[in-house]
DNA sequence: GTAAACCTGGCA
DNA sequence: TGCCAGGTTTAC
C-alpha cells in the first residue's frame, strides 16, 4: 500500500483519533513474520497512554506517555482501520491484530501479504531503525533533494529515487510519476542529469507528494485509509499503471520496462 | 549490480 | 498456470 503520501495520511487520522487515549484491550489473531507474538507484545502494551503517532519515511511512530515507542510499517498491504458501530468481534481473512482504546474506538491492523510489522522498540532501537533515511521530502528544500540525488552517481535515476537513504519516502508510484513531471527517463543514470534536471525533479517530487497529500493517497490498487475510504489521486496518474493507454500530453502509448528491478512506466517522447 | 526472499491474491 | 503487485532486506 504505502508511499509517503498514503502513510502520513494513515499517521494523521491515526493520531487525530488516538493521540492521548489509553490502550485498553489487545487480541492478537495471526502474525506476521515480524510482528510479535502473544502474551508479551499484549503485555507490553496493554495499560499504556498514547501520546502521538509521528512518521519517519514509511516508518509510523507510536509514541506512549512512558516514553516507549512501537514502530509500524505497513510494507505492501498493511492497514489500519478504524471499526465503527458494533464492536468487531470475529476477525476477518486477514485480520491480525485489534486494539481497544474505549467504547466508540477499535482499530484493526489487518495485513494480507504478512510483510508489514508492529514492534515495540527501545529507544536505542528507534533511533537505529530510523537514523539512515535520507531527508523528508516535503520539508527539504528542493537543492538539497538534488544534491542527495547526485551522490548515487553511477545508478539509474529510477534506483536512486527509490533508495530510502537518498530521499526518504518516495516509492514506484511517486518516482514514475516525478519523473514524468520532469520529462525524464527514469532508465537515465544519475551523473548524466544535469544539475537543472536535477533540480528540476526535486521540485516535481515535492509537488507530486503534496498533491496526493491533498488527496489523500492512491488507490489504484487497494489501498485504503483508517476509515475505509480510498484516497483520489489515481485519477491523477500519469504514467503508474497506465501501460498502452495515450500520454495525456502527447497522445503516445506509455511503456512499461523493468528497471531497478521494479516495474516502471514512462512516456517514450516526453521523457528524454 | 542483480536476484531472491518474505506471503497472498488477482488477473491474463 | 504463471506472472505481477505500493516495500525492504539479504545473499551471490
Given at each position: 500500500m504505502p508511499e509517503l503520501p498514503e502513510v502520513e495520511t494513515v499517521r494523521r487520522q491515526l493520531h487525530e483519533r488516538i493521540a492521548g487515549k489509553t490502550i485498553r484491550e489487545v487480541s492478537i489473531f495471526k502474525t506476521g513474520r515480524e510482528t510479535p507474538v502473544g502474551s508479551k507484545f499484549v503485555q507490553a502494551i496493554v495499560g499504556r497512554r498514547l501520546k502521538g503517532v509521528e512518521r519517519r519515511a514509511k516508518v509510523l511512530v507510536f509514541r506512549f506517555d512512558d516514553g516507549g515507542v512501537m514502530l509500524g510499517h505497513l510494507k505492501m498491504t498493511g492497514k489500519f482501520v478504524f471499526v465503527t458501530g458494533s464492536r468487531r468481534v470475529t476477525p476477518e481473512k486477514h485480520d491480525r491484530i485489534f486494539f481497544v482504546f474505549d467504547s466508540k474506538t477499535h482499530l484493526v491492523w489487518s495485513d494480507v501479504r504478512k510483510f508489514g510489522y508492529l514492534k515495540i522498540a527501545t529507544a536505542g532501537e528507534t533511533l537505529a531503525a530510523l537514523s539512515h533515511y535520507g531527508p523528508e521530502p516535503l520539508e527539504a528544500k528542493p537543492a538539497e533533494l538534488a544534491e542527495r540525488l547526485k551522490r548515487k552517481s553511477s545508478r539509474t535515476i529510477k534506483a536512486a529515487l527509490l533508495d530510502q537513504t537518498v530521499i526518504a519516502g518516495i516509492g514506484n508510484i511517486y518516482a514514475d510519476e516525478a519523473l514524468f513531471r520532469a520529462g525524464i527517463r527514469p532508465t537515465r543514470k544519475v551523473n548524466k542529469l544535469t544539475d537543472d534536471e536535477r533540480l528540476l525533479l526535486a521540485k516535481h517530487i515535492k509537488k507530486v507528494l503534496a498533491q496526493s497529500l491533498a488527496q489523500k493517497g492512491t488507490s489504484s490498487n487497494d489501498y485504503i485509509d483508517t476509515e475505509g475510504e480510498k484516497g483520489g489521486f489515481q485519477n491523477f496518474?500519469?504514467?503508474?499503471?497506465?501501460?498502452g493507454d495515450p500520454c495525456r500530453t502527447c497522445k503516445n502509448s506509455i511503456k512499461k520496462i523493468l528497471t531497478a528491478q521494479r516495474g516502471t512506466h514512462y512516456c517514450v517522447s516526453c521523457q528524454k
Open positions: 496518474l500519469r504514467v503508474y499503471g497506465r501501460e
